[in-house]
C-alpha cells in the first residue's frame, strides 16, 4: 500500500491557559444569543456573506473527507415561492393529519402551524443536501460514508457561521422533503437534510420563552 503525502499542521495555534479560558467563555456568551426565529424581516442580506459561511461550513470534518453535501442557497422569488407551497402542502398533513397529539403538545410552545410565510420573506433559504453516494463517469457508485454524522456537522458550522456572522436563523424539516430535489433540479444520490432560512429577525421579533439544559445535564465527567 502506498502512503498518502503528508504536511505539517502549520495553522494550528495554542493560546495561554487564560487565555484559552477566555477564548471559551467568550464564545459561549456569543452561541448563547443564538435563538432560533420564525419572523424574518425582508431585508436582502449580500451574498458574498451567504459564500462565506458556505465555505466555513464546507471546512467540517466527514467521513474519509468525502464531504458529502450539497448547500443550495435560493434567494430566486420564484423558486422560494415553489418552495412554500410545496411545504405548506406538507406540513398541512402533518398538522392536520399525520402528527400525533403528543407531537403537536410538543409544538405548542412554539406557536408553529402550516402556514410558512417566512419561507418568502426572508432573503436566503439554504436548502442542504445529504450526497448519499457519488457516481463516477462510467456510471459506477462510489459509496459515502457517515453521511448524516457528517452533513450534521456540516449544519452545525453553518448555523454558528451565520449567527456569528449577524444573522439569524430557522431549521425547517418540511416532511417530506424529497419536492426539495425537483423544485431544485438536484440528482436522485441527493437526499434532503434540511432547510435553513436565513436572514435579519423581523422588528420587535418574539421568541419562545424556552431554556437550554444546564451542563449537569448534558455532560459527566470521570476525572
Ligand atoms: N415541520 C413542522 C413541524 C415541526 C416539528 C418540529 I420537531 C419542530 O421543532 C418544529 C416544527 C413545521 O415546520 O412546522
Redesign the pocket.
Known amino acids: 500500500m502506498t502512503e498518502a503525502p503528508m504536511i505539517p499542521l502549520s495553522n494550528y495555534r495554542e493560546y495561554s491557559p487564560d487565555e484559552m479560558q477566555a477564548r471559551a467563555q467568550a464564545f459561549l456568551a456569543d452561541v448563547r444569543r443564538r435563538r432560533t426565529v420564525r419572523n424574518f424581516a425582508p431585508r436582502p442580506v449580500p451574498r458574498p456573506v451567504i459564500e462565506a459561511c458556505l465555505q466555513a461550513a464546507g471546512t467540517a470534518p466527514s467521513g474519509a473527507n468525502k464531504q458529502p453535501w450539497h448547500f443550495v442557497a435560493i434567494s430566486n422569488p420564484e423558486v422560494k415561492h415553489q418552495i412554500r407551497l410545496q411545504a405548506e402542502s406538507v406540513?398541512d398533513d402533518?398538522y392536520h393529519g399525520r402528527a400525533p397529539d403528543s407531537w403537536l403538545a410538543d409544538?405548542r410552545p412554539?406557536a408553529?402551524?402550516e402556514f410558512k410565510p417566512y419561507l418568502e420573506i426572508a432573503p436566503w433559504l439554504i436548502a442542504i443536501f445529504e450526497v448519499k453516494y457519488e457516481i463516477s463517469q462510467e456510471g459506477d457508485r462510489y459509496k459515502h460514508y457517515y453521511t448524516r454524522e457528517s452533513v450534521g456537522i456540516a449544519t452545525g458550522l453553518l448555523i454558528t457561521a451565520l449567527h456569528h456572522a449577524g444573522l439569524v436563523t430557522l431549521t425547517?424539516?418540511?416532511?417530506p422533503m424529497d419536492f426539495l430535489n425537483d423544485v431544485l433540479g438536484r440528482p436522485a444520490n441527493e437526499r434532503p437534510y434540511l432547510l435553513l432560512v436565513a436572514g435579519f429577525p423581523a422588528e420587535g421579533v418574539l421568541v419562545p420563552d424556552i431554556t437550554k439544559k444546564s451542563l449537569d445535564e448534558i455532560a459527566t465527567f470521570f476525572e
Do not use: I
Open positions: 406540513e402533518f409544538l412554539f408553529t402551524n425547517h424539516t418540511p416532511s
